[in-house]
C-alpha cells in the first residue's frame, strides 16, 4: 500500500483472491495436457541453404566445431 498525507491505499493485483469453479479449473487442466501432448520437439529445417550450411559444418560428436577444433581432433 502506498499513501501521502490523506493515507490513500492502493491495492496490488496480486493480493485479489482469484477463485474458479472446479469445473472451471478441470477445463484448463485438460487444455493445457492437451497442448502438452502435442508439444513438437523435432526440428524442422525451413529453409535449405540453412540445411546445406549445417550439413557442410565441421562435427564433433554430433556437435557443431569450429574448423580448429575439428583438425585437431582428426591428429
Known amino acids: 500500500t502506498l499513501g501521502n498525507g490523506n493515507m490513500n491505499t492502493v491495492e496490488s493485483p496480486r493480493e485479489r483472491p482469484f477463485f474458479t469453479s472446479s469445473e472451471e479449473r478441470l477445463q484448463k487442466l485438460s487444455r493445457y495436457r492437451n497442448k502438452k501432448a502435442k508439444r513438437n520437439f523435432g526440428r524442422k529445417i525451413k529453409y535449405a541453404c540453412r540445411k546445406a550450411l ?22
Open 54 to 75: 549445417a550439413d557442410s559444418q565441421p562435427r564433433i560428436r554430433g556437435r557443431f566445431a569450429k574448423n580448429e577444433e575439428s583438425e585437431a581432433n582428426r591428429e
